[in-house]
């Protein structure tokens, strides 16, 4: 049975499910690639729509993935996104990261891309993944982190959605600012080999400024994050309408650049 220690700020909106899609293992795990093996067991934490998912079992020939979400609607996309690239070794299954449904040592690799910085609890959540990896495996986790997102130019309203965003994540109980507070968090779970990274996200050509200025504008006005910031007392609809609108603006500066870094580890288990 899950618990729910944390609201998921941004819920399975197509806004949020577009960001999701573009996800793949060379752009959002490519510091756990080259610990891949053929054979391998897997677990992928968090798998939303899957598209990580899938390129992890592309690259584990003769191994199993096994993904799990707290949303058991979005296992389905999930499943379907696998099930186009005619992959044969991925299972599926609803979990709660805090009380995974797993023996002790079930895995050689536990993954999980996003999904500490949604937690009530972070440091459970790497105590689990930990248990769950056999002796001589790796767990990997990246998140981003808000609070270092930088961008040009400073068009009016960006820094009010930043603020507004980051209030509305830790009322809900997650911590926005997750990237640099995973070093921390893992040694506090109990591991002590650690290889700290981070790498970053960047939007700039035209296509990638009108994609991800589109989809934080609609996410600002139509997702479960909107909705949640109206509940909570944080905004007002106009307020919304004037991020959005100021995130369209960003979207057509010709020279927009937009940075979205992350904080990543590799934690072996002895």
């Known amino acids: 049975m899950t618990r729910k220690t944390a609201v998921y700020t941004h819920g399975h909106h197509e806004s949020v499910l577009r960001s999701h899609r573009w996800r793949t293992a060379a752009n959002s795990a490519a510091h756990l690639v080259p610990e891949l093996r053929p054979g391998a067991d897997v677990l992928d934490v968090g798998c939303g729509p899957g598209t990580i998912t899938a390129d992890l079992a592309s690259l584990i020939p003769g191994g199993t993935v096994t993904a799990v979400d707290a949303a058991a609607d979005v296992l389905e996309e999930a499943r379907q996104a696998v099930a186009a690239r005619g992959l044969g070794n991925v299972r599926f299954a609803v979990a709660d990261v805090h009380a995974l449904d797993f023996p002790d040592d079930s895995f050689d690799v536990v993954h999980a ?51 507004l965003y980051r209030r509305v994540a830790r009322a809900n109980g997650g911590e926005p600012d997750a990237g640099r507070r995973l070093y921390a968090w893992a040694r506090a779970a109990g591991f002590s080999d650690i290889t700290a990274t981070a790498s970053a996200w960047c939007f700039t050509t035209p296509d990638e400024r009108a994609w991800w200025s589109g989809l934080w504008a609609d996410r600002t006005t139509a997702s479960a994050y909107a909705a949640l910031a109206l509940e909570g007392g944080h905004t007002r609809p106009d307020e919304l309408d004037g991020i959005a609108a100021a995130w369209r603006a960003w979207g057509h500066e010709e020279d927009g650049w937009f940075m979205v870094p992350h904080g990543e580890l590799l934690c072996r288990v002895p």
């Open 113 to 163: 891309h996003q999904v500490l910085q949604h937690v009530g609890d972070p440091v459970t959540a790497l105590r689990e993944m930990r248990r769950v990896c056999r002796p001589g495996g790796v767990v990997a986790v990246r998140d981003s982190d808000y609070g270092a997102f930088a961008w040009f130019p400073e068009v009016p309203g960006l820094d009010a959605w930043l603020d």
